[in-house]
């Protein structure tokens, strides 16, 4: 009995064995090499990690060697399987691989044996995310309209905050912005200007400057003279000189159109009248409807040097005078008697010490004199700030030239 189940059970195992032998004869095993897809996830989880992917051209797919029957594995292709590279699982910029998650067969054949992975990770290249703001610095371009001064400019928003690779937002030196002030006259805000990116030695780094702008604000201020304003005379023998005011120019904001039209800011009037001595004092700005002063308050110093007249003597002989619209026809003849005439000048001392007798330019005006003797006014040549004492006369003798038979 021992000996037939032996025998019985030898048969069994015979028989199984040849029926896999026969499965593998029909269904034959054989291995295939194929590129699988990689599934990139939590990409975005970087940034808040501080950590940046600096190349993105990392390998997409990855090679695995796969084992099924024959038949089954012909229809088998990489989108049958699920290999995940997860940049979630990423926890220092100082890392330099990845691994690769899987590859699982998701497929619908049976048997499908992943043999070998021959990619297991990937290379990655990362640097540490770095933000950081910088203040914009505006340059400008072209002249403002002549006569017009710039008080403020200004950019909105004032700082653009870079975000980047450590290695290349540490290498930014400014953020800066050119914009073309020609001609301006009044307060401006110029939208949307360009922004640029520089380095230290000046270089313009074009993987930061993209897309980046500001607005703008440019306030003027129109720059005039002040005058100072005088009222009255001095005392007698007295006279005002030199004037000042401090400061001599101011800067004056408001509408465009009032602006265009104001050439100076006149002073309230400094009343200099009867007085022997220079005046040292303030005065209050006379400022038109809607136009403020900048940075300067309104009452100005004001300065009227006042000086007593310093009295000059010239002698002007005869001969030093020169006769004025003389007769042209030739039939008069012209005889100065005078000799000599002592005249006085009077003046500050600063101007009189340039005048002598040749500036003088001493002349009588002999027009529409008949025959006889005449007393004519000496004219003298002065300025404006020289007067003479008092009035010189002159006697002239006219007579007519007798013509020869």
Not at 24 to 42: A, H, M, Q, Y
Not at 309 to 327: F, M, P
Request: aromatic share 4%; net charge neutral.
């Amino acid at each position: 009995m021992s000996e037939l189940l032996k025998r019985d059970t030898t048969i069994k195992v015979l028989s199984i064995l040849f029926a896999v032998i026969l499965w593998f004869v029909v269904n034959p095993v054989t291995t295939k090499t194929i590129s699988v897809p990689l599934t990139v996830r939590g990409e975005d989880t970087l940034k808040d990690k501080n950590i940046l992917l600096k190349n993105k051209n990392f390998i997409r797919t990855i090679d695995i060697v796969i084992r099924g029957s024959e038949e089954k594995i012909k229809s088998v292709n990489g989108y049958d399987f699920e290999a995940i590279l997860d940049f979630s699982k990423v926890n220092s910029a100082d890392e330099n691989t990845l691994g690769i998650e899987g590859p699982k067969y998701t497929g619908k054949e049976d048997g499908i044996i992943v043999q070998k992975v021959l990619q297991e990770y990937i290379n990655i290249d990362l640097d540490r995310l770095e933000k950081n703001s910088f203040p914009i610095d505006i340059r400008t371009s072209g002249n403002l309209k002549a006569g017009y001064k710039m008080i403020e400019i200004t950019a909105v928003p004032d700082s653009i905050t870079l975000q980047g690779a450590d290695t290349l937002i540490r290498s930014v030196d400014e953020i800066r912005t050119v914009i073309n002030v020609n001609n301006i006259d009044r307060d401006t805000v110029l939208k949307k200007q360009a922004c640029k990116v520089y380095d230290a030695e000046g270089n313009e780094i074009t993987s930061l400057s993209k897309n980046l702008t500001v607005d703008i604000k440019v306030q003027v201020a129109k720059e005039v003279p002040v005058n100072l304003v005088i009222s009255g005379k001095p005392a007698f023998n007295f006279t005002d000189g030199q004037r000042k005011v401090n400061p001599e120019k101011v800067l004056i904001t408001g509408p465009a159109e009032i602006l265009s039209r104001i050439t100076e800011l006149r002073t309230e009037p400094v009343s200099i009248e009867d007085v022997n001595k220079t005046v040292d004092t303030v005065s209050r700005l006379i400022l038109p409807p809607g136009v403020k002063l900048v940075d300067i308050p309104r009452e100005v110093a004001v300065s009227v040097i006042i000086e007593p007249l310093t009295e000059k003597k010239y002698s002007i002989t005869k001969g030093e005078i020169t006769l004025a619209n003389a007769d042209a026809s030739g039939t008069l003849a012209y005889d100065i008697k005078t000799e000599s005439i002592d005249v006085a000048i009077k003046g500050l001392r600063v101007n009189l010490s340039s005048i002598n007798i040749n500036s003088l330019k001493p002349s009588i005006d002999v027009f529409g004199l008949g025959e006889g003797t005449h007393k004519v006014p000496l004219k003298l040549n002065l300025p404006v700030d020289i007067m003479v004492k008092s009035v010189y006369e002159v006697e002239v003798e006219v007579r007519k030239i007798q013509s020869a038979e």
